[in-house]
């Protein structure tokens, strides 16, 4: 259980400094020959705060509920 919170923490930490990441895809359009025309698409994925508060939130609730192990 320990190690759900301590990823939850990361990611939610992670999403709410970033708030989003972005990607290049290449798609090739036309092929003539060894000579290949490309484009190229830069996007950009959002991720709102709400997400990363609730996950920071959820795994520092899981971290401080998982309490100490016995033997």
């Given at each position: ?20 990441f ?11 020959g ?19 508060g ?14 100490k192990?016995?033997?």
């Amino acid at each position: 259980m320990r190690v759900v919170a301590i990823v939850l923490i990361v990611l939610g930490a992670l999403a709410l400094g970033y708030q989003g990441f972005t990607y290049v895809t290449r798609d090739t359009v036309a092929q003539v020959g060894p000579v290949e025309v490309a484009t190229e698409r830069q996007r950009t994925v959002w991720i709102p705060p709400v997400v990363g508060g609730i996950a920071l939130t959820a795994g520092l609730l899981l971290f401080l509920a998982g309490g100490k192990r016995t033997v």
